[in-house]
Structures are given as C-alpha cells and as structure tokens.
C-alpha cells in the first residue's frame, strides 16, 4: 500500500476545471459540489490489468474522470475541499494524497487549513489502513496546532493507528493521554480500546482492569452488555468466578430481551458449574428452566439438568423438547407425565402440542386423538378452537384435502357462536378450494365469510383473495364488486389497496369518474404509501417511475429553512424566538449525544450510531427535538440517525410527508452522496432518482449497513453478486469491505441495477425483482403475469417480501420525484 501511494506521488496529476466553491453553511441543504476535478487513480476499477501493472502508466485515482488542463496555483481552502470529497465518497488513497499536497505546502499555507488536512487525512488513511500516514498526519496536526481541539482527538486516533501498526504500547499510551486531555467524554471506549491493547501485551491483569474501568464509565446498553461479557469472559479464563458472574448479573440487572436474558443466565450457570460450584450452578440452570421457558438457552438447561440426576416436570421438559424440535421426545415426555398425574392436572396446552407433535413426527391418527381429547373434554376451554382448527390442518398435512376442507366447514356450520374458530375455518376451507383450482366455490366461501364475520381479518382477506383471483382471470366486473366490499371493511392501507384496484379496473373499463373518485379514495386511505403514490400516477397518465422533465439539486436553504421552522412553531405550538435547528441545551448537554458526536469525530461510526439512536429514540414524540437531531446527525454525516429523526417530526405532525415543507421533507428524503450517484447513474443510463430510491430503502444512506446475509454497503449486495460484478468490472483485489467505500457501493450497485434494466427492457418492476429475489423468479412472475402490465406482475410475485421490497422502492421515488424534479 506504501508503494502504492509512493507512485501516486511520482505519477499524481492534478487536474481542474475552476469555479468558486459556494460557501456552506452548518445547516446546507445540498452536498456541496466539487467543481475542481482531482484524475487520477492507482487502483481504477475498469482500468485493464496490464495497464494498471504497468511502471510507466500514470495512476487514475478517479473511475472515468473526465480529462482537462493542468491549472497552476491551486487555492489550499480548494485542495482541502477536494479531499474532504475524495474522502466522502471513499477513496480514501486519494484524499490521503490530497491531504499532503497542502502539508507538504509548509507555512505558506494557513495553520487553520493544514490542520484541517491532517486530521482529514488521518482519518482517511485509517480508515484505508494507512497505519504509518495516519500516524505522520497526527504528528503533524500537534506540532501545527497544539491548541486545537483536534490535538487532543488525535491521540485517540494516533491510538487507533498505532493498534493497527501492532504497537500496542504506544497505542496505550495515546489511548491514556487522549483520557487526561479530555476524561469523562467516551472513557468507556478508550479505556475498552487499551484493555485490547494490553492483551495484545499479554498483560492480562491490566488488560482486566482497564476493562472494569470501561464498565464503570457510561455507554448505551447495547456496547455495555457486549463488554461486559467480553469482561465476563476474561474473567472465566483467569478462574476469577465471582467476579464473571458478577459481569453477568450486572447484564441482567438491566437487559430486557427475553432470549438474551436467557442465554447470560445460561453462561452464569455454566461459569458456576466450570468452576466445580454444582450446587450454585444447578441452582441458575433450575432457574432459568423455570423462569425461561421457550428460549434456546432454556434447552441447554434442561438438558445439564437431566444429565445431573435433577427432577424435572414432564410437562414442562415435554414443552422444551417440541420447541426444540425433537418431537419423539416429546411424545414420550408428555405420555409419561399424562402417567404420572391425576388427568385433572394435566392442561389443555399439553394435548394440544401432544398432537403437534404427533403430526410433525407423522402419526397422524394419534395426532387427532390428541386433538379430541380438548374438544371432548374441555368444551369451555380457550384453547377448544384451536383444538377443532388443529383437527382440520391435520388433514391437509396428511395432504387429504377434500377431508381438510370437510372438517373446516363443520367447524363454521356446527361452531359459528366461536367466531373466532369460525371464521378461521371458513377462510381455511375457501382458501384451499381457492388454491386447488376451485375458485367459484372459494368466492363462494369468502363471500360468505365477509358477510357473516364482516369485522374479522379473515374476510378482509378472504375478500382480497377472492378480488385478485377474479383479477387474474380477467372476471372485471367481479373483481370490481369484490373490491368494492373490501372496500367498506378495511382501513388503512388494506383499504387504499382495494380503492387503488378499484381505480385500476374503471380506468380499464374507461369509466373516468369513478376511477378518479376511487383513486382520490386510495390517497385520503395511506398518503405516505406505495398506493398513494400509484394512484396518483395513474390519476396523472404517467407510467411507473417515469423521471420529472427536469431534476432539481440546488435549494434555497435560508429561505426554505425559514419556512420550515415557521411551520414547526404553528405545528407544534413552539413558542421559542430566533432558529430552531441548533440544539436546545438539555439535548446539548446528554451525555448520548456527546459520547456520539466525539465516537464520530474519532471514526468509530458504529459505536456512534448506537448511541444516536438511543437518544433519537427517547425524543421519538418530541418532533422539536426531533428536529434539531435530524440537523445535528446530518451536519457531521450520520446520514441514518438524521433519517429516522426527520421521520420522527413527520409521523408526530400527522402529515404526509409532501404536505410537510420541502426542506423537512428532504431531510426524510435525502440526496446524500448526490454527485457520485449522477455521475455513475449517467454512465449506466440509470434514472438517478431511482438509484436514491434504492439507496435509500437499502441502506438509509449508512455507508457502513451489513444485514444478515453479509449484505454490505450503500446498495446492499450480496458477497456472491459482489464477486461477480467486481469481476465483470475488472476490479482489482477486490474484498467484501470495499462496498463500505459510497463510491464502490453505487457503483456495484448501479451495474447489477442497469443489468437487470437492461434483461428485463427496461421494466423497472421486473428489474427491481430481479436485484432483490434474483433475475429466475423475476422472469417466472413476468411469465405468470403475461409481460402484460406493471400491476399484474406485482399480483404475480410469490414472494411478499419482495412484493413489499418493489412497493417501498416505488413510494420513495414517488417521493424523490416531487422533492428533486419539476415536470
């Protein structure tokens, strides 16, 4: 990497196009643009191999960056703003080089400047793991600025540079000069931070007690529980028992999630138990069997306890084993629990996930013997629905439909006081008739259900069932009147479906009014929904993610904030003079918002967000406070938290979102990372305003989102389509973490987006299917659809996910196009 960066210099070019900058203010309403243009680029992604190992090609830091003539005497407040942009879009060797353009300038230029760049390329050599720059930078930055408080930031991040050096010692030192400087800001953190820096010493009673120190000091809850029992943990290897389950009841004392409560009463017990305390640990083994019934760690338990000779419940070791899924054993438990007891102590529960388990193992006899028991012996029980209902699905497991369905409707004939039962029943039978190719029966059935059971779930969906079915097999007319009850029953979005397809259809038939009065119906239903946003495509005549005449980037902030602020007050009675977006001074002074803001300042955007979050979350129905957090995330790039907060004043407003201001709007809506999204959506012909769309359902604008199949980055792909496409782009040495960069990010995705664009014709609907459940299933939904229109391919997809994936992608863009484009 080293070399890397010693060939930028000898090769560097430096480019640019001049026009002046506009001066942000702290509250800017779009990213500013870079009009000068830094080419060039070690490591250019389509840049053919052999050029790129080329000793005499000339490096391109930046991907298809236009050509121009070298400028002299380029403004060092220019250079640095350059940098700052290298470094927000993640090419993070090009701003390291930027950076020491203006070091290298001396003290010609501007103390102010070269510490800015030192501390800007600090962080970018970090985060490029360019230890040794990194560590040069913040040299520098003290022997420049020693006053600054950045100086005192730096041995934080000096720490941080040394640990990736494998200077531990060093690393220590920085971490504890950073707690002298500024003590009582993220303590927790830093003293977290020199705990791993003395294990790396084998120091590990220090190690240990610097991690106590950071349990002492203050972070959320999340970060506190995993460090207590990384502390917990340490504490078990060195044989310090009391002290490990003493970092385990500390979690308990505040944790909340019932499976986590679980698994750290579980690892208390088990330190216990490796400890050859058995009485203790046994005793929190019993304990969390009794207190944990239905958590994983609950069967852990369990089983130490058998193991041990203790006594158990055969009820309760039953319940544990069919949660588990080991069926056989629950059999067995039940039975002989059922031996044991007078048949008044056994529970109505127990004969019901007897049968269960019967069926899953496949004895379906006995399953419904099961079964009978609760409903020949427990009439007045709860749970004597359930035990009808189970009857009948056991039927269908045993894949006996015809039976299925007769016992489903002697349960709606004989059962209808139980409406309940009765209406489950009747949607289960007109559900399978409708799945089994009997759909006049199955209307028959959900009509039926409608209008006996009209308040339940089951007819609203009875009835949407019913309607698309009638859609799909272009019965118009009926579909209409199905829709039309659907109509009158539900609320919501339910309802803006119904009135949306009932739109649809009189249009089909040419029957203005009505389709103009059902789709004014869908707007009032679910303003900030997918079927508000269609409606009023089809109200306009405009086509599914058809792009404004013109875009619009540029606002004018000041007077758009004014306005914004003048509504906050009227909206919410706010009585206080001069600007709202700075913070008010009990927001100022939380100690969340503090540790956040020095966590992001230090690179630990992780931590950060945690802490944002909490503190977003508890003045989640405070829409002024909301509000000035919305500013304050943005305004040092926490794109994610600053979303959710300007959500938050939109939902406690009870507006929709485009009947709140422009520029509150835009804070729910974004364009962050707008000029690279243009400039790489322009490369591949791709709508811009879909990209953010994308972007924004995919990641919030979070740079850094992972999700649970390793999805990374701006645009969510996953590592097998990652590698794929960073092969199609001849991107060299590529790794998963190159999708944390923004510029990488949009780039995968904008070429997996315009390849499904480009297999699909342009078909966004099939499109975005294909990126999000794969190009397979999104050509099988366009075949069950007859490649006929956008509405029937979404009523094709199989996948709801998906379906509701495509919907969310559509209401943002609905939403981007208002905020960003004028027709």
Known sequence: MLDKIGRMKRHLILLFAMLMLPLLSACAGDEAEIVYIVVPNDNAANAPADAAASADAVPQMVQNAPQATPTPDIPPEITLQIGDRFSRDGRFENAVYTYQIILDGGEAISAEIRAAAAYNMAQAALREGLFD????????????????????????????????LGMWAEAVDDYRQYLTLRPGVIDSYAYERIGDALINLNQFDAALESYENATQATRSRIPQAALMEKVANLHRLNGNTSRAVAQYDGILEFAQTFNYRASIELMAAQTLLNAGDDAGG??????????????????????????????????????????????????????????????????????????????????????????????????????????????????????????????????????????????????RAAYLHNTNDNTPEARVLFTRLAQTYPNSEQARSGLSIAANTAVRNDQAPLAETLFAQLATLAEGTERADAYLNLGRLALERGDAQTARDALENTIAAAPDSFFSARARDLMAGRDPFTPPATLVWRFDDVAEITAAEDWLRAQFNITQAGALWPLAAELEADPRLIRGRELWAVGAFNEARIEFNDIISEYSADGLASYQLAMATRNIGAYRPSIAAAANVIIQSDVATLDAPPFIARLRYPAYYGEEVRRITAEYGIDPLLMLSLIRHESLFDTYATAAADEKGLTQVVPATAAYIAEQLNWRDYQHRDLFRPHAGIEFGAFYLAEQLNRFGGNVYAALGGYNAGPGRAINWLELSDNDNADRFMASITINSTRQYIQMIYNNYAMYRVLYGAD
Do not use: K
């Open 133 to 164: 720059y990194a560590v040069n930078a913040l040299n520098n930055l003290m022997a420049i600025a020693p006053d600054d408080y950045r100086s005192v930031l730096a041995y934080f991040l000096r720490g941080d540079a040394h640990s990736g």
């Open 282 to 427: 046994l005793a929190r083994m019993a304990r969390l069997f009794g207190e944990y019934q239905g958590a994983p760690a609950a069967y852990e338990a369990m089983l130490t306890l058998l193991e041990n000779g203790i006594e158990l419940s055969g009820d309760a070791v039953g319940q544990t084993y069919f949660i588990a899924g080991r069926y056989e054993d629950a059999i067995d438990a039940f039975n002989r629990f059922t031996t044991e007891v007078a048949l008044t102590e056994i529970p109505p529960r127990l004969y019901i996930q007897l049968g269960q388990a019967y069926r899953a193992a496949g004895n379906f006899d006995a399953a419904r013997v099961a079964f009978r028991t609760v409903t020949e012996q427990f009439s007045n029980d709860p749970l004597f629905g359930d035990a009808l209902l189970e009857g009948g699905r056991t039927y269908f497991m045993q894949d006996d439909i015809p039976s299925a369905i007769e016992r489903y409707l002697f349960i709606a004939d004989t059962y209808g006081y139980l409406e309940a039962t009765a209406a489950e029943a009747l949607w």
